[in-house]
């Protein structure tokens, strides 16, 4: 579904992402795992157009220009990046709305996502910037499933949460597998690995560890030297 | 009555202050600069209307000739200049947008000279009179169709920015650039636009503002000054601030003129200003912690 290869990304003399290739298969929850720096946001910075880089990344069978993010969020490689990056002085439900913006529909999606994240449905006419942290961070995993991502990429969804939270919100993502493939970088491992399928870890940049999750999970040695665990 | 008749005159010129501000307000939740050469690059549309009018006599022709030119200047210097530096300095845009003054007013004197000419009112006629002897008010003709112009235009600005797509997308945009990218807005045609808007507003407050002003190569300045002021004023956070803004500063424009004396109308709207930024930094009509909406 995603072929990445010979990623670059650089920010003036500072070679961020060194030469990744990876790939990820339909209906697959891949996780990139990694220390603070390691490359994994811009790696995801990358695939989106959103900083420059060079290398190719293949999407559904089409090659991604880059140039911009829309050409991406058209063909459902949906990002939801990190830090959030809701519109706080929008209301949820305008939030939720823009995430229609170029692909899916409110009306058909907005049920969807209040199920999902009910509390979003009782805020629905508050501004964006009052909710809690939690409450931020399931606006922008919303906001992204309202454009019927076929491939969604989150970036750091536990940053900055209580564990309930992470909980409630790791568990969305599971029950979302059936219908979506899910690239999840994150630097909480040991959540992300028992949601997942297959990881991928980087250090400084280059991608220096992949398995299956499980297989992760149980490797002491490898969990000790890269995800401090 | 003074007071009231203070008010009456205030308002149209508020309107076009509130105008000018709006769209300098819009540039800048954007692309996060100030533009300094917004009212040059206005006044290069005048000097076109200006043209128009000359040959064809068509006030609205002229009118809509100078807004399109304007808008169209907007695309263009988004385009040319901003977009390739836009990620890389908001001082080297800032210093671009002073540039822009310069060489918008070397071209105006190039082309038209550094004359004053004459600009017709929109509607000309015998003002409206209310009342009798001391207790009568005055209200001139073309004043009225000033603030009915600008409150067309707020209208329609406001329905623009809260109920389409477009404007739905150009406030996003301003709240948060990487929000705006990943849920498909094209940011780089959203600030050209905005750009479009935001110069083409301007045109149309130089061309109503200009029988009183003259159409000359400064003749926009003062405008943009007081069009910045009625940002500060209002808020440059709130979508509509720069409107109120702008109609306070023109009917205290009009107290202190008839009330203290004319010399003092620029130095206590700085006054103002000052006190509004000790106690309110984010403007009088901004939200609470509302960013750039």
Redesign the interface.
Known sequence: MLEVSDLNIKYGHVHAVKEISFSLNKGEILSVLGANGAGKSSTLFGITGIVKSTGKVVFKGKELSRKNTVEGTRMGLVLCPENRRIFSGLMVEENLKLGAYARGSFKRNADMVYGLFPILKERSRQIAGSLSGGEQQMLAVGRALMADPELLLLDEPSLGLAPVVVDEIFSVFRSLKERMSILLVEQNAHKALAISDRAYILQNGRIVHTGEAKLLLQDEALKKAYLGM | MIILQSIILGIPQGALYGLMGFGIALIFRSVGIINFGHGHAAMISVFIAFTVFSATQNYLLALVCGVCSGFIFGLLIDRVLMRPIKHISHGSMLMITLGLLMVFEGLAILVWGADYQIYPVIAKGVPYTVGEGLRRLVIPRNEIAITMIALVVSIILAFLLKYT?LG??I??RG??E?????????T?RIDAIVWGIGIGLAVLVGVLAAPKSSVHPNMLINMQLYGITAGVLGGF?SLFGAIWGGLILGILEKLVGVYISPDYQISIIFLLIIVVLVIKPSGIFA?K?????
């Open positions: 797509k739905t997308a406030r996003a709240q948060d990487i929000g705006a990218r990943v849920v498909g807005i094209d780089n956070g939200g912690g509302s960013g750039r909406v």
